[in-house]
T-cell receptor, first 112, second 108 residues
């Protein structure tokens, strides 16, 4: 009965590949987020969706494309992976945009 | 200079000691969050506050909007409190901006 789940937990891939990370929440929330935590453990917002509509799109390379098929899912697709994409990616969700956020366990992406 | 600054960056305490972590921010905010990241990597939301003070168990969070400052206090610290504590502010556009985190180690 995990609240916010992400798959996979670990992802190791070669430069140039395309990969996806999936996120699902069963909390009935309508807002979902993707964050990136770099090697220095600094967290930064990437995207946010509210009711399947993109509401936050930070300065992220267009190789990153979020997709929200429904309110419970927000997937992150990354094209042409680069070494600098190696990081831990966290998904989160909230009810509306003003309430506390619940985080997934993170996906550690390593690009070789 | 980051919009959100935390101090100290690292903190070591003996079990039972009172711990204070500080967060200063330079932008207008609608709310401030305190998060805890466990050694295993998971992130848990501890508090969300926009004024005054909140208490949950041994944790207390305060915010002074005029001074753009918040503190997180841990009373009677325990080794299981060892984690990274992260301050994040919600500003225009509903996005969270994070501080660099404070790594806390509580020794038995």
């Amino acid at each position: 009965d995990t609240a916010v789940s992400q798959t996979p937990k670990y992802l190791v891939t070669q430069m140039g590949n395309d990969k996806s990370i999936k996120c699902e929440q069963n909390l009935g929330h309508d807002t979902m987020y993707w964050y990136k935590q770099d090697s220095k453990k600094f967290l930064k917002i990437m995207f946010s969706y509210n009711n399947k509509e993109l509401i936050i799109n930070e300065t992220v390379p267009n190789r990153f494309s979020p997709k929200s098929p429904d309110k419970a899912h927000l997937n992150l697709h990354i094209n042409s992976l680069e070494l600098g994409d190696s990081a831990v990616y966290f998904c989160a969700s909230s009810l509306g945009t003003t309430n506390e956020q619940f985080f997934g366990p993170g996906t550690r992406l390593t690009v070789l | 200079k980051n919009e959100v600054e935390q101090s100290p960056q690292n903190l070591t305490a003996q079990e039972g000691e009172f711990i204070t972590i500080n967060c200063s921010y330079s932008v207008g905010i609608s709310a401030l969050h305190w998060l805890q990241q466990h050694p295993g990597g998971g992130i848990v939301s501890l508090f969300m506050l926009s004024s005054g003070k909140k208490k949950h168990g041994r944790l207390i969070a305060t915010i002074n909007i005029q001074e753009k400052h918040s503190s997180l206090h841990i009373t009677a610290s325990h080794p299981r409190d060892s984690a990274v504590y992260i301050c994040a502010v919600k500003s225009a556009g509903n996005k969270l901006t994070f501080g660099g985190g404070t790594r806390v180690l509580v020794k038995p």
